[in-house]
């Protein structure tokens, strides 16, 4: 699951990316972006399926949804940090 955890990070700091760069004048960037964010999705989301199949019960299903919200949220705000040093 650390490396799950790790790729949820990475997923929501793209997407943070994604929104920020939205509002710039770099096109490549936002187009970097996109392509890190969308990718990453889709493999999270082969990661939640195989999870979400194994479990047992709605006490487990609610652990990985904490678990997805807990790691995604850490990777926005973190992204959302960086990129305010960075006045993207």
């Given at each position: 699951?650390?490396?799950?955890?790790v790729?949820?990070?990475?997923?929501?700091?793209?997407?943070?990316?994604?929104?920020?760069?939205?509002?710039?004048t770099?096109?490549?960037?936002?187009?970097?972006?996109?392509?890190?964010?969308?990718?990453?999705?889709?493999?999270?989301?082969?990661?939640?399926?195989?999870?979400?199949?194994?479990?047992?019960g709605?006490?487990?299903?609610?652990?990985?949804?904490?678990?997805?919200?807990?790691?995604?949220?850490?990777?926005?705000?973190?992204?959302?940090?960086?990129?305010?040093?960075?006045?993207?």
């Amino acid at each position: 699951m650390i490396i799950w955890a790790v790729l949820l990070m990475l997923q929501n700091a793209c997407f943070t990316w994604v929104s920020r760069s939205r509002n710039s004048t770099r096109v490549s960037e936002h187009a970097l972006a996109s392509v890190c964010s969308n990718g990453l999705f889709i493999i999270n989301l082969w990661f939640s399926v195989d999870y979400l199949h194994h479990t047992q019960g709605w006490g487990q299903r609610l652990m990985v949804a904490a678990f997805y919200i807990f790691f995604t949220t850490v990777g926005a705000v973190v992204m959302h940090l960086r990129l305010l040093k960075r006045k993207v």
